[in-house]
């Protein structure tokens, strides 16, 4: 996540997140369900701008009117949470003028708004010159939501848990061959991430994460298209039939792409392609049909 400084405060851009392989072990007692998930930060991004307010006081703005600015919002939290950190000094000292602007779709298992609440614990803590330990982020951002954790360790890890205990995969920027490209189709419904877990049953053999791993590292689009595997994929395509729509038009791109998936528990699914060039003609085919926003995004680092 890069922090640059802008006049008056500092911006990060936010990024979306694609699960390429999700497999659920099992209910937790705490509620939770607990998961095994691989997680890969793509090229679309909100962006966020922050300025210091003495006066103490939170305030978020958002070009998206559908988005809460309150409390309720995970920014606003992930802020509130921070300054509590700092102490009662903080708390009546530490303001900040947040601006968001939306580019991720919400409800859409791209993990927005937990992006969000990451960049401004990580924007937050250097604005206000708190130096907070990494590991004590690590575990603010876990207190805010199941995601928000990968978003301080992007741009590819290995989740656990409900989400909150991230691996780390170790990529070399200059000398690996990891270099994704995929079609995303963001169609016009959302789904709620509750329903989707309220009407899973949990697997009794559970899918093993290691395939996937490996098929990653490889860098071989083809070898990672053939383990994508999403357990919730089903459930949310019961629960929102217009979905059904989105994969059989994926399908029927046939050997275009190397393999597809719902992300998260959806409503994004992205077709996986061997290049930039092949991802582009699948977004132009998918681009008649009415089924959604297409885009073209890289993932990886």
């Known amino acids: 996540m890069v922090i640059r400084p802008i006049a ?71 802020a509130e949470l921070l300054r509590r950190e700092a102490g009662p000094e903080g708390v009546s000292r530490l303001g900040a ?18 992006s969000d609440a990451a960049a401004t614990l990580a924007a937050l803590d250097r604005l206000w010159e708190l130096n907070t330990p990494a590991d004590r982020l690590r575990e603010l951002a876990g207190q805010i939501g199941s995601d928000v954790s990968f978003f301080l360790d992007t741009p590819a890890a290995v989740c656990r848990g409900r989400g909150e205990r991230v691996e780390p995969l170790s990529l070399d920027p200059e000398s690996s061959p990891i270099d994704f490209h995929a079609v995303l189709v963001c169609p016009p419904v959302g789904v709620r991430t509750p329903d989707v877990y309220a009407g899973l049953t949990p697997p009794e053999r559970p899918e093993p994460i290691g395939p996937a791993i490996d098929a990653f590292l490889s860098g071989d689009p083809a070898r990672l298209g053939r383990r994508l595997f999403n357990r919730l994929q089903p ?12 994969r059989s038009a994926l399908i029927d791109l046939g050997p275009s792409l190397d393999g597809h998936l719902l ?11 061997r290049d930039r060039e092949a991802a582009l003609d699948a977004a132009q085919r998918l681009g008649d049909l009415e089924i959604g926003t297409i885009r073209v995004v890289r993932c990886g680092p």
Do not use: W
């Open 235 to 246: 459930v949310a395509e019961r629960i929102e039939p217009a979905l059904g729509r989105v």
């Open 8 to 78: 008056g405060g500092v911006q990060v851009l936010a990024p979306a997140k694609l699960n390429l392989f999700l497999e659920v072990l099992g209910k937790r007692p705490d509620g939770y369900h607990e998961l095994e998930t691989l997680m890969v930060a793509i090229d679309l991004h909100d962006t966020l701008s922050f300025e210091a307010d003495d006066s103490g006081r939170i305030a978020l703005k958002c070009d998206d009117p559908a988005l809460p600015t309150g409390p309720e919002n995970l920014v606003v939290k992930a």
């Open 97 to 114: 003028r947040i601006a968001l602007s939306k580019a991720i779709p919400a409800q859409a298992g791209l993990g927005g708004g937990s």
């Open 263 to 273: 992300s998260g528990s959806g409503s994004a699914y992205f077709g996986l392609a």
